[in-house]
C-alpha cells in the first residue's frame, strides 16, 4: 500500500490526485492528436469536480489555465486559450506595507489609543466628558483582559494623561464607569448529595421497625 504522504506533492490539491495522473498521462502521449483529445476530456472531468467555478467569469479559461499548472507548463496541446506564463504564475507578490506604531500600553489597542489622543484635543464640554467615560470604561476592560487580580483605576488614569500630553486629568475618586466590573472567577461544581434521599427513605424503614 502506497500512503499519498509518500507521493509527490500536488500542485492543486483541490483536483484530487487521479486528475494528476491524467494530466501527467496526457504528457506523455506522443500523437498530438490524442493529446489534444485527452485534454478535452481531463477539462470536462474538472469542471465537473468544480461546479462553484461555474460563476467566475471564463470559467472554461480558468479550467484551461488550471491543466497547464498542473501539467507544470508541459503539456504541449492546441488549447482554445493560451497558456498561461509560467513567469507570472510563480513570481512572487510584492510585500505589503504593514504599519508599524510605537505604543508602550499596547494591552489598549492602536485604535484605542488614538481615539484617546483625538479625545484630547476636543474642546471641554458635556460630550467631550461623555466620550472620556466611554473610553475610560473601553480601558478598564482592556486593563482586565490584561490584570485580572486587580483593578488599578490610578493606572488608567495615568495612562490617559501621559496619552493625552496632560490634557485629559481624572480624578480616579470621581471616575464613574457605565457599566459594572465583571471579574472572571473559578466555577465550582456543584456539590450533589445524590444519596441524601436514599439515606432518609432507608433511615424512615428503620425507625418502623
Not at 507521493?7 to 490524442?34: C, F, N, S, T, W
Not at 478535452?40 to 474538472?46: C, D, G, K, L, Y
Not at 489598549?108 to 464640554?125: H, N, S, T
Request: overall charge neutral.
Amino acid at each position: 500500500m502506497e500512503y499519498n504522504t509518500l507521493q509527490k506533492k500536488l500542485v492543486m490539491p483541490e483536483y484530487g490526485r487521479h486528475v494528476h495522473e491524467m494530466v501527467q498521462h496526457a504528457v506523455l502521449i506522443e500523437d498530438r492528436e490524442q493529446r489534444n483529445i485527452a485534454a478535452h476530456t481531463i477539462v470536462n472531468i474538472m469542471g465537473t469536480l468544480m461546479p462553484h467555478l461555474r460563476e467566475v467569469p471564463d470559467f472554461k479559461h480558468k479550467l484551461w489555465d488550471h491543466l497547464f499548472i498542473i501539467s507544470e507548463f508541459k503539456l504541449d496541446i492546441d488549447a482554445p486559450y493560451p497558456p498561461p506564463s509560467h513567469d507570472e504564475m510563480t513570481e512572487k507578490p510584492n510585500p505589503v506595507p504593514y504599519p508599524q506604531a510605537h505604543i508602550r500600553q499596547k494591552h489598549y489597542g492602536k485604535i484605542l489609543v488614538d481615539m484617546i489622543r483625538e479625545a484630547g484635543k476636543l474642546e471641554d464640554c458635556p460630550q467631550r466628558d461623555s466620550l472620556i467615560l466611554l473610553l475610560a470604561t473601553q480601558m478598564r476592560k482592556s486593563y482586565l483582559a490584561w490584570n485580572r487580580s486587580e483593578l488599578n483605576t490610578e493606572q488608567i488614569v495615568q495612562d490617559i494623561w501621559d496619552l493625552t500630553d496632560g490634557k485629559i486629568k481624572l480624578n480616579p475618586e470621581e471616575l464613574q464607569f457605565a457599566e459594572p466590573v465583571v471579574r472572571e472567577t473559578t466555577q465550582h461544581a456543584p456539590q450533589h448529595h445524590y444519596g441524601g434521599r436514599n439515606k432518609r427513605r432507608k433511615l424512615a424503614g428503620s425507625n418502623r421497625k
